[in-house]
Nanobody, 116 residues
Framework: QVQLVESGGGLVQAGGSLRLSCVVS????????MGWHRQAPGKQRELVAF???????NYVDSVKGRFTISRDNAKNMVYLQMNSLKPEDTGAYYC??????????WGQGTQVTVSS
């Protein structure tokens, strides 16, 4: 069974920074894409960023230049460095991992709140 656990959320003022982390555990497997979704209150969940096993990163337009996704394949971890945070970045952030032969799995989420 694949399990994902996020950490690093919190309350920050606009313009501040946070770093989210996510560790994937379970029996041995190969992880393809990893990334982050977020869901603001009353809104649909949206894809924020994802990164391939080889390190190619993709971002939603609203976070380009502010967020950086990275991963450590040896540790089965993915990170999201969030700088210049805005109130509209507020929401629950969910880590996901696409495991070979098993499909996608998600974590329970970590809350990010950006005050104006």
């Amino acid at each position: 069974q694949v399990q994902l656990v996020e950490s690093g959320g919190g309350l920050v003022q606009a313009g501040g920074s946070l770093r989210l982390s996510c560790v994937v555990s379970g029996s041995s497997f190969v992880i393809n894409n990893m990334g982050w979704h977020r869901q603001a209150p009353g809104k649909q969940r949206e894809l924020v960023a994802f990164i391939s096993r080889g390190g190619q990163a993709n971002y939603v337009d609203s976070v380009k230049g502010r967020f950086t996704i990275s991963r450590d394949n040896a540790k089965n971890m993915v990170y999201l460095q969030m700088n210049s945070l805005k109130p509209e970045d507020t929401g629950a952030y969910y880590c996901f991992a696409i495991v070979a032969s098993r499909g996608p799995s998600w974590g329970q989420g970590t809350q990010v709140t950006v005050s104006s």
